[in-house]
């Protein structure tokens, strides 16, 4: 795990694709995926964010990215894709520790869908809690749930 640069956001913009295609297809309907799932969008999304330097980015070698933001709340983890091939193997894990490592004592939070049950257990294995909060997402209106760790 290493920290990205602009180059890799090709990269990252691949694997979201394939992650955001294949975790979220049971709770998001098929063109909404079609739409948000364009490569050449998530690349050129991805390099002006990373380009605008407010949004902390990750690579977990070729298969994987993590991407957090600072807020007024506190950190966001924003994003955290890796290739299907590479669940279960550690690799969410070691990006998500090291993000954790980066960001330090400051309280951290994301959001999940609600349905999500596999990433849900993941993050509460690492620290983080429901602390009730939902809301609508804009991805078909899906709810989302927002997990906290301090």
Known sequence: VRNATLEDMALAAEIMVTSFR????DFVSRSTLDACTNPDNCRGMLENIY???????LMGGEQGFICWQETVEGVQIVAIHSLPVSWGTGLGHA??????EQIGDRPVFLWAFKENRRARR????HGFRWDGTERVSEFDGALEVRYVRK
């Open 95 to 100: 990006m998500l520790t090291q993000a954790l």
């Open 122 to 125: 993941f993050y509460e294995k």
């Open 22 to 25: 294949t975790a979220f297809a």
């Open 51 to 57: 380009r605008e330097g407010k949004m902390h980015f």
